[in-house]
Antibody, heavy 124, light 110 residues
Framework: EVQLVESGGDLVQPGGSLRLACAAS????????MTWVRQAPGKGLEWVAS????????YYVDSVKGRFTISRSNTKNSLYLQMNSLRADDTAVYYC?????????????????WGQGTTVTVSS | QSVLTQPPSVSVVPGQKVTISCSGS????????VSWYQQVPGTAPKLLIY???KRPSGIPDRFSGSKSGTSATMGITGLQTGDEADYYC???????????FGGGTKLIVL
């Protein structure tokens, strides 16, 4: 069964750091772009970041540039999101998702597999 | 304010058809494929439509998608109470170098 399982969400103080992980099973992430999407309480979906199959190309939403780092380990079949300088408006459920199989083009064919999400709460 | 514009909510009666619009610009919808997602509150989003009008395996043909210029539309026929959910459109924005989503549309089946 193709599956994504996120972990690492927690309550953290403003200015703090957190590292999210997303473990894939049933497929090899090495063949796909991988993406993080978040959803603040009562709000819509917000794309956070995407990373190419080999990690050579990365994109971020402007609001997290310089604070968040997306990375991957194809050998561990896992995706990561390092979040630093966290702010209250980073509070959200964070989802990882399987993205494009096309080496040079992100978000082709949509996000067809999603994890269950992990909750990040930034509050003092 | 989302880059893609969707109506906040639509209401329909069971058995009827509904369309949900998604309006963008030449740098996003006009230049790239659109996908649509269904999210039942408290659960992860689910891909319904990709490449403007294709359905993943397991998605019934009651769901359809189309694109014209800088707008996209998703349709659902034979509405059921189980279709009550939030629906989002998404695409790549070539100018922003970012994935953009619509603000979401809450479908209410009366």
């Amino acid at each position: 069964e193709v599956q994504l399982v996120e972990s690492g969400g927690d309550l953290v103080q403003p200015g703090g750091s957190l590292r999210l992980a997303c473990a894939a099973s049933g497929f090899s992430i090495s063949s796909y772009w991988m993406t993080w999407v978040r959803q603040a309480p009562g709000k819509g979906l917000e794309w956070v970041a995407s990373i190419k199959q080999d990690g050579s190309e990365i994109y971020y939403v402007d609001s997290v540039k310089g604070r968040f780092t997306i990375s991957r380990s194809n050998t561990k079949n896992s995706l990561y999101l390092q979040m630093n300088s966290l702010r209250a408006d980073d509070t959200a459920v964070y989802y990882c998702a399987k993205d494009s199989p096309v080496f040079g083009i992100v978000f082709v064919y949509g996000l067809d597999v999603w994890g269950q999400g992990t909750t990040v709460t930034v509050s003092s | 304010q989302s880059v893609l514009t969707q109506p906040p909510s639509v209401s329909v009666v069971p058995g009827q058809k509904v369309t949900i619009s998604c309006s963008g610009s030449s740098s996003n919808i006009g230049d790239n494929y659109v996908s649509w997602y269904q999210q039942v509150p408290g659960t992860a989003p689910k891909l319904l439509i990709y490449d403007n009008n294709k359905r993943p395996s397991g998605i019934p043909d009651r769901f359809s998608g189309s694109k014209s210029g800088t707008s996209a539309t998703m349709g659902i026929t034979g509405l059921q109470t189980g279709d009550e959910a939030d629906y989002y459109c998404g695409t790549w924005d070539s100018s922003l170098s970012a994935v953009v989503f619509g603000g979401g549309t809450k479908l209410i089946v009366l």
